[in-house]
């Protein structure tokens, strides 16, 4: 991003926070953690800006979880998404976003039946869907359709592959496994290692498969192999008491945050103190209902934000964010990021709203594939292959106080 643009942001971003000051926040959003949440009503956010006369006006829309078991990313995504909305038609730059997002409660089926409302409501561009499984069953219809689709978090290879319309704003499975074998071993954070994963999930799979792999090339010594599926996710004694009697120190967690809730408070049931690692889809922990966030001091996880960084495009984010919905977790930054990744290549492309969905997927595909780079409060400089891959840098994080720290 030039640094005229980025004044303008700021500037923005500034008058957006005055605008906030008298709205209020809701508190942050909660999920369950192996069943179902109820519907919440969705939070306050700043009134909508109206399109000025002459504005290029394109319809972007979301798919994700704001229900169920994985409500904490969806919710999260969404909000992000709508700061990044706010912001842009703030600008009046002469390009206005209206934006609309469904939810699909982290279900395949439900996420097709989201996009299609989305369709029937004017849809250009896809920022979505939130999770893998729901990805993995819209991408192909993205494809057929000739939309756009970048995706903010569904992070396996399967997403992106075969599909030249399918880009990602996160780190694909096999980089997460890579980087953090790197990682553990590159910081010495243990020497007996513990593999707790769901062979049941797309994400989990991909991600200890390209973990084992690395672990074995950097000399980290995995002593312990279990496994769950989604229908077991409740009981983890198995899993854990394999851990502790094979004396591992560390434990890798490549699962979302209900399960992990439950692993770090059956463990410390059973006066189990190891080291925690996770991943990206361990984000969000900290939010979950009913669970004692103490039991989380310490844990590590690889992600691409940092919420205490103190450049100012980050600062202004997370305060908006705060003051709306509560402490933003990697999946509102990776929302906030694709709304402006979008409307960047939207300006850089010359893209019309006038023009066919169609048209417009060609010429995003073209500038994705023709080193369009972006700076983002998830990574400076992205840029993305020909198979919609992301390139950027994880950042190691810690859980101190309640809060997460960069290591």
Same mark, same amino acid.
């Given at each position: 991003?030039?640094?005229?643009k980025?004044? #303008?942001?700021?500037?923005?971003?500034?008058?957006l926070?005055?605008?906030?000051? &008298?709205? &209020?926040?809701?508190?942050?959003?909660? @999920?369950?953690?192996?069943?179902? #949440?109820?519907?919440a009503?969705a939070?306050?956010? #700043?009134?909508?800006?109206?399109?000025?006369?002459?504005?290029?006006?394109?319809?972007?829309? &979301?798919?994700?979880?704001?229900?169920?078991?994985? @409500?904490?990313?969806?919710n999260?995504h969404n909000?992000g998404?709508?700061i990044?909305?706010?912001?842009? %038609?703030?600008?009046?730059?002469?390009i206005h976003?209206?934006y609309?997002?469904?939810?699909?409660?982290?279900?395949?089926?439900?996420?097709?039946?989201?996009?299609n409302?989305?369709?029937d409501?004017?849809?250009?561009?896809?920022?979505?869907?939130?999770?893998?499984?729901?990805?993995?069953?819209?991408?192909?219809?993205t494809n057929a359709?000739?939309?756009f689709?970048?995706?903010?978090?569904?992070?396996?290879?399967?997403?992106?592959?075969?599909?030249?319309?399918?880009?990602?704003?996160?780190? *694909?499975?096999?980089?997460?496994? *890579?980087a953090?074998?790197?990682?553990?071993?590159?910081?010495g954070?243990?020497?007996?290692?513990?593999?707790?994963?769901?062979?049941?999930d797309?994400?989990?799979?991909g991600?200890?498969?390209?973990?084992?792999?690395?672990?074995?090339?950097?000399?980290?010594?995995?002593?312990?192999?279990?496994?769950?599926?989604?229908?077991?996710?409740?009981?983890?004694?198995?899993?854990?008491?394999?851990?502790?009697?094979?004396?591992?120190?560390?434990?890798?967690?490549?699962?979302y945050?209900?399960?992990a809730?439950?692993?770090? *408070?059956?463990a410390a049931?059973?006066g189990?103190?190891?080291?925690?690692?996770?991943?990206?889809?361990?984000?969000g922990?900290?939010?979950?209902?009913?669970?004692?966030?103490?039991?989380?001091?310490?844990?590590?996880?690889?992600?691409?934000?940092n919420?205490?960084?103190?450049?100012?495009?980050?600062? @202004?984010?997370?305060?908006?964010? *705060?003051?709306?919905y509560?402490d933003?977790?990697?999946?509102?930054?990776d929302?906030?990021?694709?709304?402006?990744?979008?409307? %960047?290549?939207?300006?850089?492309?010359?893209?019309?709203?006038?023009m066919?969905?169609?048209?417009?997927?060609?010429?995003l595909?073209?500038?994705?594939?023709?080193?369009f780079?972006?700076?983002?409060i998830?990574?400076?400089?992205?840029t993305?292959?020909?198979?919609?891959?992301?390139s950027k840098?994880?950042?190691g994080?810690?859980?101190?106080?309640?809060?997460?720290?960069?290591?």
């Amino acid at each position: 991003m030039n640094t005229k643009k980025l004044l #303008a942001l700021l500037m923005a971003a500034a008058m957006l926070l005055a605008l906030l000051a &008298g709205c &209020g926040g809701s508190s942050a959003p909660s @999920a369950a953690t192996t069943e179902a #949440a109820p519907a919440a009503e969705a939070p306050e956010a #700043a009134p909508a800006a109206e399109a000025a006369e002459g504005d290029m006006v394109f319809h972007i829309g &979301g798919v994700g979880p704001l229900t169920g078991a994985a @409500a904490i990313y969806g919710n999260a995504h969404n909000n992000g998404c709508q700061i990044a909305v706010d912001e842009i %038609n703030a600008l009046n730059s002469g390009i206005h976003i209206e934006y609309k997002f469904e939810d699909d409660e982290h279900d395949a089926e439900k996420s097709v039946n989201a996009y299609n409302a989305l369709k029937d409501w004017g849809l250009q561009i896809l920022v979505g869907p939130t999770t893998t499984k729901p990805a993995l069953s819209v991408g192909p219809e993205t494809n057929a359709d000739r939309i756009f689709m970048l995706t903010p978090s569904a992070s396996s290879v399967d997403v992106i592959d075969g599909k030249d319309n399918v880009y990602q704003l996160c780190f *694909t499975d096999p980089n997460q496994g *890579t980087a953090s074998a790197q990682y553990i071993s590159e910081q010495g954070l243990g020497s007996k290692i513990a593999v707790i994963y769901n062979n049941s999930d797309a994400y989990s799979t991909g991600i200890y498969n390209t973990f084992a792999e690395e672990a074995a090339n950097v000399g980290l010594e995995i002593v312990s192999t279990t496994t769950f599926t989604d229908d077991s996710a409740n009981d983890f004694s198995v899993q854990l008491n394999a851990a502790k009697d094979a004396g591992a120190d560390l434990v890798f967690l490549p699962i979302y945050y209900g399960p992990a809730s439950l692993i770090l *408070t059956q463990a410390a049931g059973m006066g189990y103190e190891p080291k925690f690692f996770g991943v990206d889809g361990m984000d969000g922990i900290l939010t979950v209902e009913g669970f004692d966030t103490a039991l989380a001091e310490g844990v590590m996880l690889l992600t691409p934000f940092n919420a205490d960084a103190d450049d100012a495009r980050t600062q @202004a984010f997370v305060s908006t964010y *705060t003051e709306r919905y509560g402490d933003p977790n990697q999946f509102a930054a990776d929302g906030y990021d694709c709304i402006w990744a979008i409307y %960047n290549a939207i300006q850089e492309a010359g893209i019309t709203p006038d023009m066919t969905n169609e048209e417009i997927c060609d010429k995003l595909i073209e500038l994705f594939n023709g080193g369009f780079s972006y700076d983002g409060i998830t990574g400076e400089a992205m840029t993305w292959s020909e198979t919609g891959e992301v390139s950027k840098a994880p950042k190691g994080m810690v859980i101190q106080d309640g809060a997460y720290v960069g290591m």
